[in-house]
């Protein structure tokens, strides 16, 4: 029962390279995968690329490959949603593409085929990832730099082929995905590919997503600095905690 654990860059995938035990390392479609374990549970490890079709890729590939039973993506994304500050972590309970629209074929965000805009996480892996979280943020209480009291957060993620940032883009952006309803906590780049992905594959699926800036006029210096001192601490502490459940 091998988990897939996916890291948008190598800083997110840091700390559990680390951890690793009996790493083997496997290449295919320009990508390298690590299997190993970690506290004993297979897994293997991979780098999504940046963006949703390099992540839908990887994803595909790691169902197709490595037979995963679950996929869990781990790593950092900008916050939108009120009182979502950088260092609090998200667990995404579904996903979106903010930047998807078939409009006016079908309702803005709507993906065809797929019923609808949203593709939910898995209850039953959301839940143990959210108690992992938990688990982490009490553990590692006091050593955070950026936030002294991080929090966590449980909502609607929105993906898209865009670094978000400004902070009228941001706010326009989270605006209008709540006038149609959909209050969006985080954005990042790769989660409701892989989302997506898992769905057609009938994989639970589940993702964790440290704040490393406001999506603001900020963010191109707030998310090097996260990305390079505290993203591979935060997956590490929160993936480790999370195997240990499964
Ligand atoms: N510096 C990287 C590119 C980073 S793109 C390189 O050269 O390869 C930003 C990454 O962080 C993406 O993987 C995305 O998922 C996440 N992310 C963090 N903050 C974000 C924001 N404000 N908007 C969009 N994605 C963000």
């Keep these: 029962m091998t988990t897939a654990i996916l890291s948008a860059l190598s800083e997110e995938q ?16 320009g990508r390298v995968f690590w299997r190993g374990r970690l506290h004993g549970q297979p897994v293997v490890l991979a780098l999504s690329g940046i963006g949703k079709v390099a992540a839908a890729t990887t994803a595909a590939v790691l169902a197709e490959r490595f037979g995963p039973a679950r996929m869990v993506f781990t790593g950092v994304a900008g916050g939108v949603g009120e009182g979502v500050q950088v260092g609090d972590v998200v667990v995404a309970q579904d996903y979106l593409q903010h930047d998807f ?15 609808g805009a949203r593709m939910d ?6 839940a143990l990832l959210s108690g992992a979280v938990r688990d982490w943020l009490t553990r590692a209480q006091g050593t955070f730099d950026a936030n002294s009291q ?5 909502g609607l993620m929105a993906s898209g082929d865009r670094f978000v940032s400004a902070a009228q883009e941001s706010r326009a952006l989270r605006a209008a995905l709540l006038a149609a309803g959909h209050d969006v906590l985080a954005v990042e780049m790769e989660g409701a590919a892989v989302a997506q992905v898992c769905r ?23 998310f090097p600095w996260f990305v390079e001192h505290v993203a591979g601490r935060h997956a590490q502490g929160i993936v480790n905690s999370l195997v240990q459940r499964l």
């Design 14 to 29: 840091g700390g559990l390279m680390h951890a690793l035990q009996q790493p083997e390392q496997l290449r295919h479609a």
């Design 101 to 115: 629209d078939a409009s006016p074929i079908v309702p803005r965000w709507e993906v065809p085929g797929y019923g």
């Design 121 to 126: 996480c898995d209850a039953a892996l959301t």
């Design 150 to 154: 991080p929090r966590l957060h449980q």
């Design 200 to 222: 057609d594959y009938g994989l639970p699926f589940a993702a964790v997503r440290t704040i490393s800036d406001r999506a603001d006029d900020s963010a191109h210096v707030d």
